[in-house]
């Protein structure tokens, strides 16, 4: 079955780096995201990997996917206040009974980010 | 260019009423869904559809039903309110069930049932 865990809370200091961590169970996903989710507001895609990729780096966001252990990572380099949101990862798996496109998120991470 | 719009943003209703949340995409996407977010769950998916006139349950599906007449709207229906359906709903779209880099949320909606 599809299950995709986080830890709930991350607190770090401002000019710090910020690691955000996932695991997975379904070693047939075939992208794996990361969405960001401020107070109040929707859900913004952040970054996403295919499957077949180690690593992808976007300005101060740096995702790693170790495919091996299923471990995915958010990395966000510098991080400011504006920062400060919940972050999930979801994993998709193509052609599942004909659902299509039928992500499963992980629970959220709760990123802190103090003066 | 609306993208995906959801309406209403905020929902108070009393237990046992029923009401629809609206779903609107203007992007021609084959694939809508609606999710229902929990405090400490993530969010889970609650009905899909591949296509006009095609729907079929997701992981949370009981107490809701949808529907898919046209390929734009994706309403979702609460029969009989309960307080166990309060949540944030989110409704996404994407072109087709092999866009996995392309799907696209709304802003959510904020339903309470007292």
């Known amino acids: 079955g599809e299950d995709v865990e986080q830890s709930l809370f991350l607190s770090v200091r401002e000019g710090d780096s910020s690691v955000i961590n996932c695991t997975y169970t379904?070693?047939?996903?075939?992208?794996l995201y990361w969405y960001k989710q401020e107070p109040g507001a929707g859900l913004q895609l952040l970054t996403y990997?295919?499957?077949?990729?180690d690593m992808k780096q976007d300005q101060r966001l740096t995702v790693l996917l170790n495919k091996k252990d299923k471990h995915l990572s958010l990395r966000i380099a510098d991080t400011q206040t504006g920062d400060s949101a919940i972050y999930f990862c979801?994993?998709?798996?193509?052609?599942?009974?004909?659902?299509?496109?039928?992500?499963?998120f992980g629970t959220g991470t709760q990123l802190k980010v103090e003066l | 260019n609306a993208g995906v719009t959801q309406t209403p943003k905020f929902q108070v209703l009393k237990t046992g009423q029923s009401m629809t949340l609206q779903c609107a995409q203007d992007?021609?996407?084959?694939?809508m869904s609606w999710y229902r977010q929990d405090p400490g769950m993530g969010l889970r998916l609650i009905h899909y559809?591949?296509?006009?006139?095609?729907?079929d349950q997701g992981e949370v599906p009981n107490g809701y039903n949808v529907s898919r007449s046209t390929t734009e709207d994706f309403p979702l229906r609460l029969l009989s309110a309960a307080p166990s359906q309060t949540s944030v709903y989110f409704c996404?779209?994407?072109?087709?069930?092999?866009?996995?880099?392309?799907?696209?949320f709304g802003e959510g909606s904020w339903l309470t049932v007292v």
């Open positions: 996404a779209s994407s072109y087709s069930k092999d866009s996995g880099n392309t799907i696209y």
């Open positions: 379904d070693s047939s996903s075939t992208y």
């Open positions: 990997i295919f499957s077949n990729m």
């Open positions: 979801a994993e998709s798996i193509l052609g599942v009974t004909g659902g299509g496109n039928k992500l499963t």
């Open positions: 992007m021609n996407h084959e694939y």
């Open positions: 559809s591949v296509g006009a006139g095609i729907t």
